[in-house]
């Protein structure tokens, strides 16, 4: 028996290749008996410490059926981990709740509005993230097992995740996304939107424009799964052709890029404001966004979104910093004076505060990717819904209680309204300048790719020409948008309605609507909706933005 079992090999049965491993396990657990004192798992899986090529490096494993082929995986395997350790790489590891959410947030950039903005460089920068397959990444003991139904060459990341049908992202983790897209700069403008509003128009407003908005949000989400595409602009070109998708590009590119401008004045007041309580100088507005401009330009280079993961964590950290003090410092003051001079309707500014709302709300672009990283997506809606009313209270409450503690004095971003005197709010004036300052190459990035893509029709993975190109392409866009930041510099409130009036109604309201009528509507009811919602969209574009300018002129 002894001679039997030490000439067996269990490869020369039939289905033997399947049956190696429970083979291999009793073998081990056999022997485990016998070094049992050495503490060893009895599993039939290696453990870390020892080579997977050891089990496929003879020569009669490599004559076996299918040896060759786990021969080569094991190797592929190996000089992999070799090579990371010559580079003083550390072994793939799972990544941190954290980190693994920023970086997720990030990939959703990267796929803003549907479209694919990633570069093929990402796959030599490193940035290998799929955020339809997050939840499936496996740590190195599990990718370095070959199995049968392992590939022998490797598809690029970004075929993977063109072809990838996978969605993971649980119904909390898009909750987590989705609030990350809506809260960040715009919230600050509200307490002088309601100002320019009045309190009860305010109110009744924002609670309209987040239900139009949640409205128009599904009708995008229809008209995606009606045409079977995955992007704003290809649905457009499926519906209504070529210039439908240049237009839906076009109006994305105009607002990222005033979003970004908006962030940069927002940046220059806050810096200026926090200089001048520590210093008693006063430094022009301009002279920051020149500053600006000179951090920007180096990072917008930057290809690889995952080395912003980084900025991103901590300008969310600043962000929640500054909401919550203040709450605490705009609830104080209401306890302690009352409630300030305050108008229910204010008749000659009101057209404003509808351009600040839809520039608060404004998040389409994020709608689709985030839908379709859902492990069930029928469950967007709710979630959606959700958190539309929880951002809305959010929204409502920061302006109401701004707007009565501090009255016809609140200032265009109400964190000058707090005790310029104090450390702490220093501290925090200038950690919020830092959060905005560091999102906004964030916002600038769909606006450059998009470009890029229409312009150049090489990655310049291998050209340098062609990356110089596009670094110099990238160069005039971050100067242009500070132009743009420079010009609305004096009246922020305007100009933070005027990109909400001209560059998202057509967004949030038109596009939608266009798209459901053609591809989704087929009642009279839901074509009658949708009619109503652009004549709306036509109206409120064209006589907001025409107000706008005429208040600014």
Not at 122 to 145: A, L
Not at 461 to 480: C, P, Y
Request: aromatic residues 12%; glycine residues 8%.
């Amino acid at each position: 028996d002894d001679n039997f079992e030490s000439k067996f090999d269990s490869l020369k049965l039939q289905g033997g290749d399947m049956t190696r491993q429970l083979y291999n396990w009793q073998r081990g657990h056999e022997e485990g008996e016998i070094v049992k004192k050495r503490g060893r798992s009895h599993s039939f899986t290696a453990t870390r410490d020892e080579d997977p090529t050891d089990d496929f490096t003879d020569a009669q494993s490599i004559r076996a059926p299918g040896g060759f082929r786990r021969n080569f995986l094991a190797n592929k395997i190996s000089n992999t981990n070799d090579e990371d350790s010559e580079l003083g790489e550390p072994q793939r590891t799972r990544p941190t709740f954290l980190t693994r959410n920023f970086i997720e947030f990030l990939s959703i950039y990267g796929h803003f509005a549907g479209e694919e903005l990633g570069e093929e460089d990402d796959d030599v920068y490193g940035f290998n993230y799929d955020y339809q397959n997050s939840d499936s990444y496996t740590d190195e003991s599990q990718q370095g097992e070959a199995v049968e139904g392992t590939p022998l060459i490797t598809p690029s990341k970004k075929h993977k995740r063109a072809s990838s049908s996978q969605a993971n992202a649980t119904a909390t983790k898009a909750v987590l996304l989705l609030l990350k897209s809506f809260v960040g700069t715009g919230v600050l403008f509200l307490p002088k939107a309601f100002l320019n509003g009045g309190l009860v128009f305010s109110v009744i407003t924002l609670i309209s424009v987040a239900s139009l908005s949640y409205w128009c949000f599904l009708l995008l989400i229809e008209s995606k799964n009606a045409t079977g595409v995955h992007s704003f602009g290809d649905i457009g070109q499926v519906l209504y052709g070529p210039l439908m998708r240049k237009t839906i590009l076009f109006s994305i590119v105009i607002s990222q890029i005033g979003f970004a401008a908006a962030y940069i004045v927002f940046t220059s007041q806050n810096l200026q404001a926090f200089i001048l309580a520590v210093s008693d100088k006063l430094v022009r507005i301009e002279s920051l966004i020149i500053i600006q401009l000179l951090i920007f330009m180096p990072l917008s280079m930057v290809r690889n979104l995952a080395r912003l993961s980084g900025t991103a964590l901590i300008a969310d950290l600043f962000i929640l910093i500054g909401l919550v003090y203040l709450y605490y410092w705009s609830g104080s003051v209401l306890v302690r004076e009352g409630i300030a001079d305050i108008k229910m309707f204010n008749q000659d500014s009101w057209t404003l505060f509808i351009g600040t709302a839809i520039f608060t709300f404004e998040g389409i672009g994020l709608i689709i990717p985030i839908q379709e990283s859902m492990k069930k997506p029928s469950q967007f809606g709710p979630v959606l819904g959700g958190v539309m009313i929880g951002i809305t209270f959010l929204f409502i409450s920061v302006g109401v209680i701004c707007y009565l503690a501090f009255g016809s004095s609140t200032q265009t971003v109400v964190i000058l309204n707090l005790p310029q005197d104090s450390k702490f709010v220093n501290g925090v004036q200038f950690l919020y300048s830092l959060a905005i300052l560091l999102s906004t190459p964030l916002q600038l990035f769909p606006a450059i790719r998009i470009m890029e893509n229409g312009i150049f029709t090489k990655s310049g993975k291998f050209n340098s020409k062609i990356k110089w190109q596009k670094n110099v392409f990238r160069f005039v866009v971050v100067i242009l948008t500070a132009f743009i930041a420079w010009g609305g510099a004096n009246d922020l409130d305007r100009f933070v309605a005027l990109i909400g009036s001209f560059a998202c109604i057509p967004l949030v309201f038109l596009y939608p609507a266009f798209l459901h009528i053609k591809g989704v509507a087929a009642t009279k009811l839901s074509k009658l909706g949708d009619i109503l919602l652009i004549i709306f969209g036509f109206g409120a574009m064209i006589y907001t933005t025409g107000q706008t300018v005429q208040s600014w002129l």
